[in-house]
């Protein structure tokens, strides 16, 4: 018998479709609790919400949405670790071809940028079922990713050398250059961002004598061109688009394609058989320059510390953000009733941010302040209202009063550091 998979699209929309009569036992006979199921692995392998699920009957009948937090922490917890086991494990043992990623791992990580390249990665790889390609991550430096597998990498080349950390367009160029000659990926695709990846794709262009796609926001299959894709990109500064057929550098902006979230890969670890040419950098990179984080414009900053009308003590905050070492930000109310700067105002009206961390201490999460915090990678909220919006955005919250969580979260920070000391 065949092992491709069959899609009963009449099936599905009874599973989705809750008022239909057949909707309890289709559920049951998807192998889920019906009255519990909030979500199910469809026929394809693609997780299925219900989003009817979430709440309770109340003793009149209604429904009712739990809104203390204590329902949806519980349902995010389960689901997020159901959804962790229900990834498909995807192994390409002798890939027909290598789509090449070179990510920013700004902080050490792979940014929401990358992943949105190791996604458009997979685009390319994924298109042909009978002939598939691999995903090579090419990693320079130390890094603390441990969960590569799960942004869709089959393959990771990792250089470790020191002689690679910092800014070194130089030696990664040759690496890179190494890399070409031996596994000749299909692609090449960096980052269009000020972190490196833009510089770097522009060297490999030059280096390869290729001409690259610049600002890339979307691919899509197309015969008639050489390589069988074409790109759309932004191009007259930003002003418009431009469509092309897809060459083999690709600089593509964030958000060029969704993330891998339903596939688990291998990120098996590659070798270069050939040794790296030793070369003599004319870049000497000094290291980073501690600033001042209070200095920092928010639009730059990656933590931020945020204050809302929950804000009662101000010395406490202001302590608080230079202990953590945080850039300070504010809501339209903190800067309105003149407790912070108008250029620390976050939001529609303010600076969109895009911190790695933004903590909201004490802000409600009205529509404008969301708006400007969208980009932000991890949110916590600390607010003694669980019902709030911006407990619902945020990835961590902590509810009770902002000055004695800010109190304590100061004083274990003072104690880690000291045991630190101690240590070493
Ligand atoms: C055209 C327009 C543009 C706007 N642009 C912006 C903008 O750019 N940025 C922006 O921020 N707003 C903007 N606003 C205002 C926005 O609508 C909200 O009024 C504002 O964001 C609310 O600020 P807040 O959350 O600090 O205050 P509130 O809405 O008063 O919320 C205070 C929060 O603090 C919590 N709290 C109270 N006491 C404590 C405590 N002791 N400990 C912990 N938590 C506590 C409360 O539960 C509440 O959630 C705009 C409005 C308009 C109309």
Known sequence: ????????????????????????????????????????????????????????????????????????????????????????????????????????????????????????????????????????????????????????????????????????PEARLAALAVVEAELAPSHWLLPDSKLGGADL????????????????????????????????????????????ALPRIVLALAECAEPVSETRHAAQTLALTQPLPSLLARIEDLGSVAVDPAGVALAEAEFILSAGNGVKEWEGFHHAAKMLGATEGASRVAVDDGYMPRDRQVGATGTWVTARVYVAVGISGAIQHLQGIQSCEKVVAINVDPGCDMIKRADLAVIGDSASILTALVEMVARLREEKRNAA
């Open 1 to 168: 018998m065949s092992d491709i998979l069959r899609r009963d699209p009449r099936r599905e929309w009874i599973a989705r479709n809750r008022l239909h009569p057949e909707h309890l036992s289709v559920l049951a006979e998807l192998g889920e609790d019906a009255s519990a199921a909030t979500e199910w692995m469809g026929p394809n392998g693609v997780i299925r919400r219900n989003p009817h699920a979430v709440g309770f009957m109340g003793p009149n009948g209604v429904k009712r949405i739990d809104r203390s937090g204590a329902q949806q922490g519980g349902q995010a917890a389960a689901g997020a670790a159901e959804a962790k086991d229900s990834r498909r494990q995807v192994t390409i043992e002798d890939p027909a071809f290598l789509v090449a990623v070179v990510p920013d791992m700004s902080g050490g990580r792979l940014s929401s940028h990358d992943r949105d390249l190791l996604g458009l990665a997979r685009q390319l790889a994924d298109a042909d079922g009978e002939r598939p390609g691999a995903v090579l991550a090419v990693v320079f430096g130390t890094h603390k990713e441990e969960a590569f597998n799960e942004a869709g990498v089959d393959r990771l080349l990792h250089f470790d050398d020191g002689l690679f950390d910092g800014h070194a």
């Open 201 to 244: 794709g522009r060297r490999l262009a030059a280096r390869l004598q290729e001409r690259p796609a610049a600002g890339v926001w979307q691919i899509e299959p197309d015969a008639t061109t050489p390589l069988g894709w074409r790109c759309t990109g932004r191009g007259a500064a930003g002003t418009t688009d431009i469509q092309r």
